[in-house]
């Protein structure tokens, strides 16, 4: 089927791949950081994962991102990481797994073990895949990442990559783990700063723990005084005072504090689009099947992001050619607004 579904398939693969560097590059990796800053926190795990599919597309970001790691792999939240990924199918298991072993040599990062320990129930390509299908590999290639399935030239890193700087508003969520640790107050706090109020519930979703864990920490810090909460009817919702926190607004020209985006649903939802493009047979495909399937990959995102204002209701009626069409048109209002362009 010939629609505009085939010009925006080459617009997602360099969009995406233009979106992967800015947000690296802004979290320190070697490269051409963007001169207009994004006014939302990174999240970092969410973006790991995602990278895990869709950064394999160019080899040098890949192993950029590895080269990053290696020296910021303990920012990484890998509770945070593992139930992102159980939750919202993003990500490439294998490929975290082969990460994690990547940064495991030399007795580096223990903690990451866990990552290829919980993978190791999956089942392990007997035929090795290429990691980078644009690249062919001469010879037998990195005998690491062959354990997990995956054929790639041997992993060489330059050592250029910095860790998170705290003046901008992409690292703000480093700031804040950096000054309460590696755990749910850090999320907590970011997000409180991003909205007026919030319930549990609603916090557990968006940062991605468990509502339990976040009803505590929420109670734990409202009897600091710093937090506080109100009953609207039935709900008790928690909120910041956001003045008292203006001291973390170091960047300049900072006037509000960072956006908290829905990162693990946006980041699953194009990462099934990517793969669902990037499949040879899906051109082939009427237009009533391609429908389905576009209507199939887009499903588990759209309550979520429906809700927050970044996906909205599609005409109702449309079928087949019709339908993809507003899909792609959706698709494309989604990238602009997400500077994903």
């Given at each position: 089927?010939?629609?505009?579904?085939?010009?925006?398939?080459?617009?997602?693969?360099?969009?995406?791949?233009?979106?992967?560097?800015?947000?690296?590059?802004?979290?320190?990796?070697?490269?051409?950081?963007?001169?207009?800053?994004?006014?939302?926190?990174?999240?970092?795990?969410?973006?790991?994962?995602?990278?895990?599919?869709?950064?394999?597309?160019?080899?040098?970001?890949?192993?950029?991102?590895?080269?990053?790691?290696?020296?910021?792999?303990?920012?990484?939240?890998?509770?945070?990481?593992?139930?992102?990924?159980?939750?919202?199918?993003?990500g490439?298991?294998?490929?975290?797994?082969?990460?994690?072993?990547?940064?495991?040599?030399?007795?580096?990062?223990?903690?990451?073990?866990?990552?290829?320990?919980?993978?190791?129930?999956?089942?392990?390509?007997?035929?090795?895949r290429?990691?980078?299908?644009?690249?062919?590999?001469?010879?037998?290639?990195?005998?690491?990442?062959?354990?997990?399935?995956?054929?790639?030239?041997?992993?060489?890193?330059?050592?250029?990559?910095?860790?998170?700087?705290?003046?901008?508003?992409?690292?703000?969520l480093?700031?804040?783990?950096?000054?309460?640790?590696?755990?749910?107050?850090?999320?907590?706090?970011?997000?409180?700063?991003?909205?007026?109020?919030?319930?549990?519930?609603?916090?557990?979703?968006?940062?991605?723990?468990?509502?339990?864990?976040?009803?505590?920490v929420l109670?734990?810090?409202?009897?600091?005084?710093?937090?506080?909460?109100?009953?609207?009817?039935?709900?008790?919702?928690?909120g910041?005072?956001?003045?008292?926190?203006?001291?973390?607004?170091?960047?300049?020209?900072?006037?509000?504090?960072?956006?908290?985006?829905?990162?693990?649903?946006?980041?699953?939802?194009?990462q099934?689009?990517?793969?669902?493009?990037?499949?040879?047979?899906?051109?082939?495909?009427?237009?009533?099947?391609?429908?389905?399937?576009?209507?199939?990959?887009?499903?588990?995102?759209?309550?979520?992001?429906?809700?927050?204002?970044?996906?909205p209701?599609?005409?109702?009626?449309?079928?087949?050619?019709?339908?993809?069409?507003?899909?792609?048109h959706?698709?494309?209002?989604?990238?602009?607004?997400?500077?994903?362009?």
């Amino acid at each position: 089927m010939e629609t505009s579904l085939t010009n925006f398939k080459a617009q997602l693969r360099e969009a995406l791949s233009s979106f992967l560097w800015r947000q690296w590059s802004a979290l320190g990796v070697s490269g051409h950081a963007s001169s207009t800053p994004d006014p939302w926190s990174i999240d970092p795990e969410a973006l790991l994962l995602f990278s895990t599919v869709v950064a394999r597309q160019d080899a040098r970001l890949f192993d950029e991102i590895l080269d990053w790691l290696q020296l910021n792999a303990e920012s990484i939240n890998l509770q945070r990481l593992s139930r992102m990924q159980k939750d919202h199918g993003l990500g490439e298991p294998t490929v975290l797994a082969a990460i994690a072993a990547q940064l495991t040599k030399n007795k580096s990062h223990p903690k990451w073990r866990t990552i290829a320990t919980r993978t190791t129930v999956l089942p392990i390509a007997t035929d090795p895949r290429p990691l980078f299908s644009h690249l062919p590999v001469l010879g037998r290639g990195d005998e690491t990442w062959l354990a997990w399935g995956w054929q790639r030239p041997p992993v060489e890193l330059r050592g250029l990559s910095q860790p998170p700087q705290p003046d901008r508003p992409a690292t703000f969520l480093f700031k804040l783990r950096n000054l309460f640790g590696l755990q749910t107050r850090a999320e907590v706090i970011a997000w409180l700063l991003a909205h007026e109020t919030g319930h549990p519930a609603e916090i557990a979703r968006d940062t991605g723990y468990f509502r339990g864990s976040i009803q505590s920490v929420l109670n734990e810090m409202a009897a600091s005084g710093h937090v506080f909460s109100l009953r609207v009817g039935r709900e008790k919702r928690f909120g910041i005072r956001h003045d008292e926190w203006r001291f973390l607004l170091t960047w300049s020209d900072a006037k509000a504090f960072p956006r908290w985006l829905p990162w693990d649903c946006v980041l699953a939802l194009l990462q099934r689009v990517h793969l669902m493009l990037e499949n040879p047979r899906f051109e082939g495909m009427s237009s009533a099947v391609q429908d389905i399937e576009l209507n199939r990959v887009l499903a588990p995102a759209l309550g979520p992001l429906t809700k927050t204002g970044y996906w909205p209701s599609p005409p109702s009626g449309l079928v087949g050619e019709k339908s993809v069409l507003a899909h792609v048109h959706q698709l494309r209002g989604l990238l602009a607004h997400l500077r994903i362009e």
